[in-house]
């Protein structure tokens, strides 16, 4: 066991199962996750259990890292904790590593390091899910991210393709093929039904209130953003970007940076609603944040959206399976015994 700060991001549930408009026939978040860890047994290979991502009608990815099922924990409680593998970004097989005690302007090159066939770089991801109250939470070390668009596209996946109520067919090029969804061999198989898998932060809005506000006295909008190169279009645009500076370091898709900006900037009503909708639904690293800074603040102090997001940061005595993962039913057991302390972030009522 080891002391480890842990971040803990809430999410509220909206959606989770079958539905025709907003009516949900049938499936919950519970039914879900005991349906993805029956499936998870049946599959002979841990990469049988990778759901890629997408990628558009150009062939450019959606910056979604490939993931695994790991682990459903399940414990004496009505919650679980999700985890799963995802894959880090290399090209063809490796992976280009730097120097720490490279210096800034020097020339030293990035070493190249080749991936044993038989690996799968990646890192764990948790995922806290507390049916009973409607909501789950990202469970991240600090200074890692908590791909939870992975998780969501996951879920998304594995409800249109993999329950059991996914009425299926072999095509004729040998390809699974979704004919519809019911919820058992003796109902029958209705129409329009559509799986859904919807959440969004939880967030307290007094935050986002005040910036609404006073949106007049708004003169600056600051951005964080961190990005990952992990299609070409993103690979060439920073690679111009740096040229455009006067700098010559090599881009490769294994790196990932993090850039700061700001520009004067007085939003309009409708605006500013569009900039903080971007926020809540974007699919955001823990560095990524859109802030303001008002006429009559102290310089430099800025107003960010991420204050308002139920996050919560506490060290946790845990046990690692090895190096990288952490024990879930070890962790779920900690989440769960510090449950009511750690809701509190929600105010519910």
Known sequence: MRQEE??????????????????????????????LQEWAKKASLFTDTAILPKTDEIGASFDLRNTYFYEVAKANSDNFL????????????????????????????????????DVIPGTASYFWFLPKIGYYATVCKKGRTSNNSEMIAYIREFLETYTS????????????????????????????????????????????NFINENRTKIRKLVRKE?????????????????????????????EKIKIKYEIDYSPSEEELFQLINNWETE??????????????????????????????????SIDYYDDEVINPKILLEVLNNNQSDLIKVLKLK
Not at 179 to 202: D, M, Q, T, V
Request: proline share 3%; with cysteine; net charge neutral.
């Open 283 to 316: 699919k955001t690293d823990k560095y990524d944040d859109t802030g303001f800074q008002f006429q009559g603040d102290e310089p430099g102090k800025t107003h960010w959206l991420s204050g308002s997001i139920s996050r919560i940061k506490k060290d946790f």
């Open 82 to 117: 999700l985890t799963f593998w995802n894959e880090l970004p290399d090209v063809e097989g490796e992976v280009a590593t730097l120097s720490k005690a490279k210096k800034i302007g020097d020339s030293t090159k990035c070493e190249i390091k080749t991936l044993a066939d």
């Open 6 to 35: 842990l971040i803990i991001t809430f999410y509220k549930i909206h959606k989770c199962g079958y539905y025709i408009g907003n009516d949900r026939k049938f499936g919950s978040i519970e039914d879900t996750l005991f349906q």
């Open 226 to 254: 961190s990005i990952e190169y992990s299609s070409n279009i993103r690979l060439n645009v920073m690679k111009n970007l740096l040229i455009h500076m006067g700098v010559k370091k090599p881009v490769t898709k294994t």
């Open 165 to 208: 109520y996914c009425i299926k067919r072999m095509n004729e090029n040998g390809e699974i093929e979704i004919l519809g969804y019911k919820e058992n061999e003796n109902k029958p198989h209705e129409k329009n039904i559509s799986p859904y898998f919807h959440a969004s932060r939880a967030e307290d809005k007094e935050e986002i």
